[in-house]
């Protein structure tokens, strides 16, 4: 007996393969559908991020683009699985989408050959991904006429060349996966094993000689000795602004270029720049390390001109922050700056504010710089004269002209009196959103007031102090810190707080430049701060400059939606330049020559390339499913149409059993509400205005019409629990209807199509145009030719479709042989009016035929 059992067993294996090929189908279709209502969704609240109105980082960009990436690879080869190869060229298509977003997004773009040094002359601004952001802008600005110290970049590729010749990236990026960047004592000691390894490398003798020949070449051209090596990594002074994380040396000999450039190189690796570009989700391998090398200005003065007010732009003024001596003692915090408002009109000065200067930085006989006292008279007099803050507004506001978006200047006047332009970048800049009502702040206790806003809003937490690095480990979530002055490892617990003050400094510094980027509430120059209590709850109002004490939620909240940032710049920028290879459709018309692979020009495109094309290829594998009588249950119905269901999203186990499926039980949620609709009508009664010479028309037709398999097939349903495929075979006419109706709108569709008839093409093709009709007043679109017609509806809740569905299940019992009585376009009219007033759907009219 075991030999019958087993050729039982075999048969019904090879019964149920059939089924199983379908389920297959049925499982890639529903992952096509899967994986699109995921990608829309990822990028529908990528569009509203872009609108402004959030907070959102590099690491949003990057999580939402690695979704959307996955999704549509993951529909791509499951269209492919469905439908053949046919649909392998949207691979090719998705590659290069993935190509074009890559060289928008910072530290993405391939290092590309060049030469290792290049004079800031032969530069320009679009070599920032060769040079960096600040080399290539002092060639742009050097090409305006502009005063520039002369000098010469030292290239990406020349980094590349330095960390192949000693086999460093591999090492790095091991040592990299490793870190806890909230963990500052493990990146402290990660960043000193990576900056030894760096420092103690050898630089390549063709890019020393190469450096060495570029600084003959300069002495020669500008007759200088000392000079300035400066960082200009790949991404720095862009969307992201990197401010401060980087080394520059000053005041440099011919001899020391070399073992200096190694430094800068090691400084892309300190605490506070792997912190940076970790935290912003960006990828070290990708941001190499370019360097600037000029001419040294003995800076009698410098400072930092913003074009605008960062925390006020719409105001009529440019700011200029400035110090005795060179400018590093402004930008890291040490000094608190002369502060001067200049007319962008005018060029008059329309405020100032000057600070003590008890000491200035300059340089040294020897090298490098020395700190010395300022001398008496000179400790409290302005540090620019009106005519040099006129001049300074007036280039501020040509470069914001020329870039189109407010510039963060650094310059310096020399001991002669000149000015040299030393960088220029994008500000980051807050705009009020809109007049808000001034806080009730009467109630509270005022700890103390004054200093600079340095990024508006407030926050609420308790005090730590926190002098130096070594401090920061134990900086608790929402903390409110205070600082005698700026110090590097701020950056790293920037996330942590809920507002910064620090007693010296101003607007201009790196600090305050990060603060901005992260959006922190914090305060400049504000005396007496370090004698609040450690641990004390405080309220920190950055827009009114004030401390008060406790926590005041009622103000935090009122301060905090009064500024966004401009959205031309910043994160803003970068997303809306991504999402121009994200979002927009082109792929309309299914029907269009340019609804192909090659047409797809977006990730959007590809998905709706493929969910369309995986509706079709469902709808063919359904339709073309073989031994469909054999594997189906008979629907038990009142309604005399023999109909097999086969169950698609179940095992394939028990095929071949002969069991009736009542009609109030299928199982299939469409099915049933379509079901309901062909009860709820009935079935037809013979066609009202059909005579005896219309079914002699339909006996012709069907004796001169070529008989096909459609002919012969029996109805069949193919269901799921949330999907149908239902083919009717009635009589002279077919019916296919497809749905799926699931808890996410974005899947859902309904699929009707009808074609044939028993009476003559005129007649069949009236049929055709009342059906159009009828369904375009339920919302469907549709199409039709001849006496076929194909219409669509959705992106509508399941609620909704179940509604159509029952209609549509109403229409098909309406319909079945209406062909014959439909002679002339008036009665087809009024069977139009009729029919949609059965439904619900059009008013009464006209008469009886």
């Excluded at 294996?13 to 529903?30: M, T, V, W, Y």
């Excluded at 060289?103 to 800031?120: A, K, S, V």
């Excluded at 690796?269 to 040294?296: N, Q, R, W």
């Excluded at 020395?370 to 302005?382: K, L």
Aim: charge should be negative.
């Amino acid at each position: 007996m075991g030999w019958l059992q087993s050729l039982f067993r075999s048969r019904s294996e090879e019964s149920a393969a059939p089924l199983r090929g379908i389920q297959e189908k049925f499982r890639d279709f529903r992952k096509v559908l899967d994986r699109n209502n995921h990608v829309l969704k990822v990028v529908s609240d990528m569009e509203e991020k872009s609108q402004g109105e959030y907070l959102l980082d590099m690491s949003y960009v990057h999580g939402s683009l690695a979704e959307i990436r996955a999704g549509v690879q993951e529909m791509i080869e499951a269209l492919v699985s469905l439908g053949g190869d046919q649909y392998a060229p949207l691979r090719d298509r998705c590659a290069a989408i993935d190509r074009q977003i890559a060289g928008i997004l910072p530290g993405t773009r391939p290092i590309e050959r060049d030469d290792l040094t290049i004079p800031f002359q032969d530069l320009r601004g679009d070599r920032a991904f060769s040079v960096g952001g600040k080399s290539a802008q002092l060639g742009e600005m050097m090409s305006l006429g502009l005063p520039v110290p002369d000098g010469f970049a030292i290239s990406a590729w020349a980094y590349k060349r330095f960390m192949d010749a000693n086999d460093l990236q591999s090492r790095i990026s091991e040592r990299l996966a490793s870190v806890d960047i909230k963990d500052y004592e493990g990146l402290a000691q990660v960043s000193g094993e990576i900056r030894e390894m760096v420092a103690s490398g050898t630089v390549p003798e063709d890019l020393a000689e190469a450096i060495g020949s570029a600084q003959v070449a300069l002495a020669g051209r500008a007759g200088a000795a000392r000079f300035a090596l400066r960082s200009s990594a790949i991404g720095e002074d862009t969307q992201f602004s990197f401010a401060g994380q980087y080394e520059s040396f000053l005041n440099v000999t011919a001899e020391a270029l070399v073992e200096r450039y190694r430094q800068v190189l090691a400084s892309k690796f300190s605490p506070k720049a792997i912190y940076y570009f970790l935290s912003h989700d960006l990828t070290e391998s990708e941001l190499a390390m370019g360097v600037g090398c000029m001419v040294m200005v003995d800076a009698a003065v410098s400072g930092v001109t913003y074009s605008r007010d960062p925390v006020s732009p719409e105001s009529d003024h440019v700011l200029v922050n400035a110090v005795l001596g060179l400018g590093k003692y402004l930008v890291d915090g040490t000094l608190t700056p002369d502060t001067f408002r200049v007319s962008r009109s005018s060029g008059a000065v329309i405020e100032s504010a000057v600070a003590a200067k008890p000491v200035r930085l300059t340089l040294d006989g020897g090298g490098g710089t020395r700190e010395e006292a300022v001398p008496e008279e000179m400790r409290t007099a302005p540090s620019l004269s009106p005519e040099q803050l006129k001049e300074l507004a007036a280039i501020a506001q040509r470069l914001e002209a020329h870039y189109g978006q407010p510039q963060d200047i650094e310059w310096s006047v020399d001991t002669s009196g000149r000015l040299f332009l030393l960088q220029s970048r994008p500000l980051r800049v807050l705009s009020p959103k809109a007049e808000a009502a001034e806080p009730d702040v009467s109630r509270l206790e005022v700890l103390l007031s004054g200093g600079t806003t340095v990024c508006p809003g407030a926050g609420g937490g308790v005090v730590f102090h926190a002098s130096s690095s070594a401090d920061l480990g134990g900086v608790p979530e929402g903390a409110v810190l205070v600082a005698p002055h700026p110090f590097p490892g701020l950056i790293t617990v920037m996330d942590r707080l809920s507002a910064l003050v620090v007693e010296t400094g101003g607007v201009a510094s790196h600090m305050a430049t990060i603060a901005r980027e992260y959006r922190l509430p914090a305060l400049a120059g504000l005396r007496g701060v370090m004698t609040l209590s450690a641990g004390s709850p405080v309220t920190v109002d950055a827009t009114g400059a004030t401390i008060y004490a406790g926590v005041d939620r009622a103000l935090i909240e009122a301060r905090r939606p009064e500024y966004e940032l401009f959205e031309d710049v910043d994160i803003f920028k970068v997303l809306g330049a991504v999402l121009a290879h994200v979002s927009p459709l082109n792929l309309l018309d299914p029907g269009a020559p340019d609804f192909a692979p090659e047409g797809c020009r977006t990730f959007h495109d590809i998905t709706r390339f493929a969910h369309q094309r995986a509706m079709e290829e469902m709808f063919s594998a359904g339709r073309a499913m073989q031994d469909k009588g054999r594997l189906g249950q008979r629907l038990k119905s009142e309604i005399p149409l023999p109909v097999q269901l086969i169950t698609i999203d179940e095992d394939a186990t028990g095929v071949g059993r002969k069991r009736d499926v009542p009609d109030d039980a299928i199982g299939s949620a469409p099915m049933q509400a379509f079901w309901d609709g062909v009860k709820a009508q009935g079935w037809p009664t013979p066609i009202r205005g059909a005579r005896a010479k219309d079914f002699m028309s339909v006996l012709a037709t069907t004796m001169t019409r070529p008989s096909t398999s459609e002919m012969s097939e029996l109805s069949f349903a193919l269901v799921g629990r949330e999907y149908m495929l239902l083919s009717l075979n009635l009589g002279y006419h077919f019916t296919t209807v497809e749905a799926m109706c699931s808890g996410e709108v974005s899947k859902n569709y309904v699929r009707f199509q009808n074609k044939e008839g028993g009476a003559g093409l005129d007649r069949r093709i009236r049929r055709v145009k009342l059906i159009t009709d009828v369904l375009g007043r339920m919302g469907f679109e549709p199409s039709s030719k001849a006496d076929f017609i194909d219409a669509t509806l959705s992106y509508q809740p399941a609620e909704a479709l179940f509604d159509k569905l029952r209609l549509l299940g109403r229409v098909t019992m309406l319909t079945k042989q209406l062909d014959m009585a439909l002679s002339n376009d008036a009665i087809t009219e009024w069977y139009t009016k009729d029919m949609l007033e059965k439904l619900g759907l059009g008013e009464t009219g006209g008469t009886t035929p």
